[in-house]
Structures are given as C-alpha cells and as structure tokens.
C-alpha cells in the first residue's frame, strides 16, 4: 500500500541555520504530496503542497519538489527561526477521488537562539 | 470565515463506554475526513465523508463509526471504548469541487480522547 517515510527527529538546529526534513514516499499512480506543521497543542496546519511532478511548493521561505524520478519530497529553509519549532508530517494524498491522507511518522524540530 | 470547529476539545471515558465527537467544517465544504492521532502509530486515516456517504475508509474496526449530516456537519463514534483508543482526534474538511486529492485539507484542533 502507499506510505510515506520521513526523517526521524528531534532535529536540533541554531536560529539562521539551513534546514532539510527528508521525504520519501510509496505510492501507486501520481498522488498529490503536502508537508504540514503542527505546533503545541495544536491542529495541522498546511505548509506547502505539490501536486505533480517537478512542481515547487513554497510557503513562509519553506520549499519543496516534487521529484517522480527519486519519488521524494523533502522540506527546506534557508534560515530557520525561534518560531518554526514545531513538528513537520510529510504527506500524500492518492488521486483516486477523495481524501485518504497518508502521514509520515513526523519530524520533531527545535530551533535554539 | 470560520475554521474546523470540533466539540468537545477534551474528554474523559472509562472502558466499555461510547463516545460521540463532533465536527462542523468550513462554510460551504462537503467534505470530511478523520484522522487519529497516537504517539506510537501517528496520524492514521479514519474515514471521509462527502454529501453524507463514506467516500474512503482506513482499517480501523467497526467500533469506529462515522456520518454526515446534510448541512456537512460530521459525528465520529467509537463504541466499547479500549485503552488503545486515547488519541487526539482531527477532524478535516475541504471544499472538494474536483477528484479531491489535490485539493486542501483543513484541520480543527482536535479532540483529545482519554479512556482509563
């Protein structure tokens, strides 16, 4: 069946430093590929999606490709912050009609000042 | 526009009970979904509903039951309630004009789900 394989945490990083959360992923077809966050105490919140190969999604400096060749999707900053800690869930959605939402385990990531 | 809203955010059960846990998604959206989530399984996909038929179903037991309302509204039930079934329960709705898959899902808080 289709699954996703991410990263495992904690990732520990200084403020301004790059930032890379692996993603990989199994998956029959062409399915659509998001990275969500989820702070304490908190619901998830969409961060970036891509919804076919070679596509680029970006949000709040974060970005991500889409690659079919490498079937992954990994996550980047530039310069992480304070506030960007948080857990990341990289995800697939199959394009079969509807929603069947498959999640990485997600990543845990600390940004110290 | 308002958010997901799920009711309660919080609740306590004993084994053996039912509960009922409530979701009234976004304006205007016709579908939602449900997810369960657990430090040592993670997010794990329930079920989704669309103009009030299960469109998608994960592999959970028949315990674990769900419907949708005409107004989009969504109630998850889970009966004999087991330890294992503590969670925080996220609830998911999305405008769903197209296939579905390449469409946004929002989520709500959750509800978090103790059973002792």
């Known amino acids: 069946g289709d699954s996703v394989t991410q990263m495992e945490g904690p990732v520990t990083l200084s403020e301004e430093a790059f930032l890379t959360i692996n993603c990989t992923y199994t998956a029959t077809g062409y399915p659509s590929l998001f990275w969500y966050v989820q702070y304490p105490g908190e619901g998830l919140q969409l961060l970036l999606k891509?919804?076919?190969?070679?596509d680029k999604g970006s949000n709040k400096g974060f970005e991500a490709t889409y690659r079919k060749e490498t079937t992954s999707f990994h996550l980047e900053k530039g310069s992480v912050q304070v506030s960007d800690s948080a857990v990341y869930f990289c995800?697939?959605?199959?394009?079969?009609?509807?929603?069947?939402?498959?999640f990485g385990a997600g990543t845990r990531l600390f940004v110290k000042a | 526009k308002a958010g997901v809203t799920q009711t309660p955010r919080y609740l306590i059960k004993t084994r053996g009970q039912q509960v009922t846990l409530s979701c009234s998604p976004i304006?205007?959206?016709?579908?939602v979904s449900w997810y369960q989530q657990t430090p040592g399984q993670g997010l794990q996909f329930l079920f989704e509903y669309f103009s009030e038929t299960q469109r998608n179903k994960g592999n959970f037991p028949g315990r674990f039951s769900g419907r949708q309302f005409s107004n989009s509204r969504s109630e998850m039930n889970v009966s004999t309630l087991e330890l294992g079934d503590s969670a925080l329960y996220l609830c998911a709705s999305s405008l769903a004009q197209g296939s579905g898959g390449e469409e946004t899902q929002y989520f709500g808080p959750g509800t978090r789900l103790l059973v002792l």
């Open positions: 304006s205007g959206h016709r579908s």
């Open positions: 995800a697939l959605t199959p394009n079969t009609g509807g929603f069947k939402t498959i």
């Open positions: 891509a919804t076919k190969a070679d």
